[in-house]
């Protein structure tokens, strides 16, 4: 099983709001990631939890906050987005092993209005 | 600073014939891993086929092969017998081994298989 599932699929939120992205993994990884995905282009990097431990902040700016509360769950907390944060925010895990295949959630359709 | 190039933005091929995508990297090391991750319209990415760099004999997956060429740092894909739901974005990747589990991407080729 090689899924990793991820909640809401579409969310619409004012840039005042806040809201969370939920992304869960059974598979037993111990690295999982977030990446932002704007139409047609490949995704970039935001963050890497390594054993529910932040690894990597790719200089994302604040309004953005990660949470990796066990090995199987992590967050994205957004508070104060601008229009120009609307994109695909993908979510992805790994083995903590010399394999490093990375498989994606299915992603959710941030709108900021 | 490692980058990947995929020099086709946008390729087509008719159903059942074969088609090669292209890709190339640079870097100084000697342990990485590459990848090609697809994906289709309907958005999730989906793993392809991987090459670790000390395997000399190239990947295959199916109708998915890789013409894998460590001097030329070369990795192009090879789709045969091409299906309607080939259709989609094609993503060269790349990882050394101490990137700390970082992924570099090429920008993609659009694939689009024709009845």
């Known amino acids: 099983d090689t899924e990793v599932t991820q909640t809401p699929k579409h969310l619409v939120m004012g840039m005042t709001n806040k809201k969370s992205l939920k992304c869960e993994q059974h598979?037993?990884?111990?690295?999982m990631y977030w990446y932002k995905q704007k139409a047609k282009k490949p995704p970039e990097l935001m963050f890497v939890?390594?054993?529910?431990?932040?690894?990597i902040n790719e200089s994302v700016p604040s309004r953005f906050s990660p949470e990796c509360p066990n090995s199987s769950l992590l967050n994205l907390h957004l508070h104060a987005l601008q229009p120009e944060d609307s994109a695909l925010y993908l979510c992805?895990?790994?083995?903590?092993?010399?394999?490093?295949?990375?498989?994606f959630g299915p992603g959710t359709r941030l709108t900021v209005l | 600073a490692q980058t990947v190039t995929q020099s086709q933005p946008e390729m087509s091929v008719q159903e059942a014939e074969t088609v090669t995508l292209s890709c190339t990297y640079d870097?100084?090391?000697?342990?990485?891993?590459l990848f090609w991750y697809k994906q289709p319209p309907s958005r999730q990415m989906i793993l392809v086929i991987r090459?670790?760099?000390?395997?000399?004999q190239n990947a295959t997956e199916n109708r998915f092969s890789v013409n894998f060429q460590k001097a030329a740092k070369s990795f192009s894909l090879k789709i045969s017998d091409s299906q309607l739901g080939d259709t989609a974005m094609y993503f060269c990747?790349?990882?050394?081994?101490?990137?700390?589990?970082?992924?570099?991407f090429g920008k993609g080729t659009l694939l689009t298989v024709n009845p």
């Open positions: 598979m037993g990884h111990r690295a």
């Open positions: 992805a895990s790994s083995q903590e092993s010399v394999t490093y295949t990375q498989y």
């Open positions: 090459q670790e760099a000390y395997k000399q």
């Open positions: 990747a790349f990882m050394t081994g101490g990137s700390n589990y970082k992924l570099t």
């Open positions: 939890y390594s054993y529910e431990k932040l690894s």
């Open positions: 870097t100084s090391e000697n342990n990485y891993y």
